[in-house]
Structure formats: C-alpha cells, structure tokens
C-alpha cells in the first residue's frame, strides 16, 4: 500500500534526476570538444589581438613623448620622460634634467624603452610570457605613479564593486592585466615567433 501510494513521486523524482543528468552530460560533451578544439589556441591568440588593438599604439604614443631630439632621441628622453616618470622630482627642480641622479636617468631609459619593446614582443609573440610579466610590472609602477606622483584624482583612481566601470586605474586597467595574465599562463599560442622557435610548442610521442 505504501510502495503503491509513493511510486509516482518516485518515479517523478527519478525521471527529474535522469533529464538533469542528460543536460549535464550533453553540457559537458559540448564544452569539451570546444575547449579541446579552440582553447589551446584561440585564448592566447585573442589574447594578444586584444593587446595589439587596444593597447599597441597606447605604448607606442606614450613612449614617443619620451623620446629626445634628433636621431640618438632613444638615448636621451625629453623633459615629457622625466616629468612623466619622476613627476615630484621634476617639479622640484624645475625640470632641470641636469639634476638627475644617474639611477634616475637609467629608470627614465628604461621606461622608454620598455614601452617600445614589451609591446611589440607580445604583438608578434616573442619571449610572450617574460615581456607579459615585464607588463604587468609596468602597468603597476604606471599605476603607483598615477596617483602617487600625479596625485590622479578619485574619479581617475576609481574603486571596485561599484556601479562605475569607466575609471582608468581601477577598472581599465583591471582587464589589461587580465589580459596580460592570460599571456603569461597561457603563452603566445601557434601563430607566434615562440611555436616557430620553439617555445611551448606541444610535446609529442
């Protein structure tokens, strides 16, 4: 009698649980196949499209403000560099370069030239996983100088877990590092002077 009375809802309950575990079965077959055909490859090859339309020419402009005059500008930044990279310092000194100490100097080159560098190793996918790193390393120390150096205000700075989403420190540069962090987990993928040379190519046999 009892077994009679609860059998439809035993058999309800059974039917629920076998359409449940149909729909995560199907789910993960779905998703698997895709990971296994696309992930390996298209996650670090978008990846370094995104930096390359977004952020390539950002660096490139921002690095030919530090340049100098003339043709050896690489190797002597402009007032912009110092005032850019050493805002307090410069300021209180009355952007008198001379007044550098020669570490300072280097920093300054350094900066420069990174900005040129670590962009377009990761465009054409060189040495991917080191120039991320030294990205994400620039960024930050951009990030500091923003609003430590330039006293970047609260609008600029902005905040987490809000309802804005448009601060340049904050939230802009949440997902360049994102991004960048792909990079360094994941490497440059196939299309890349890294799989040419050797660098994560998949192992076989």
């Known amino acids: 009698m009892s077994d009679a009375s609860t059998s439809p ?3 309800r309950s059974h039917a629920a649980r076998s359409a449940f575990t149909a729909i995560v079965s199907l789910h993960n077959a779905i998703f698997s196949r895709i990971d296994a055909a696309l992930s ?4 670090p090859t978008l990846a370094r499209f995104t930096f390359a339309a977004v952020l390539l020419m950002y660096f490139w402009a921002s690095a ?3 340049l100098g005059d003339g043709i050896f500008g690489l190797f002597s ?5 110092y005032a850019q990279i050493f805002p307090q ?3 209180a000194v009355l952007y008198d370069t001379s007044q550098f100490s020669i570490f300072e100097k280097l920093v300054i080159l350094a900066g420069t030239w990174a900005e040129f560098i670590l962009p377009f190793l990761l465009v054409i996918g ?3 996983r080191l120039a991320a790193l030294g990205m994400i390393g620039f960024v930050a120390v951009q990030s500091l100088t923003d609003i430590h150096g330039h006293h970047a205000d609260a609008a600029t700075i902005g905040t987490w877990f809000d309802r804005a989403s448009d601060s340049l420190i904050m939230d802009q540069r949440a997902f360049w590092m994102f991004v960048l962090l792909v990079l360094v987990l994941r490497g440059a993928g196939p ?3 890294d799989r040419f040379i050797g660098i994560d190519r998949p192992k076989t046999g």
């Open 9 to 11: 809802t035993s058999s």
């Open 40 to 43: 390996s490859w298209a996650i």
């Open 64 to 66: 030919m403000t530090k």
């Open 77 to 81: 930044p402009s007032v912009g560099a």
């Open 89 to 91: 310092k410069a300021e």
């Open 126 to 128: 060189l040495f991917t």
């Open 191 to 193: 299309i890349s002077v």
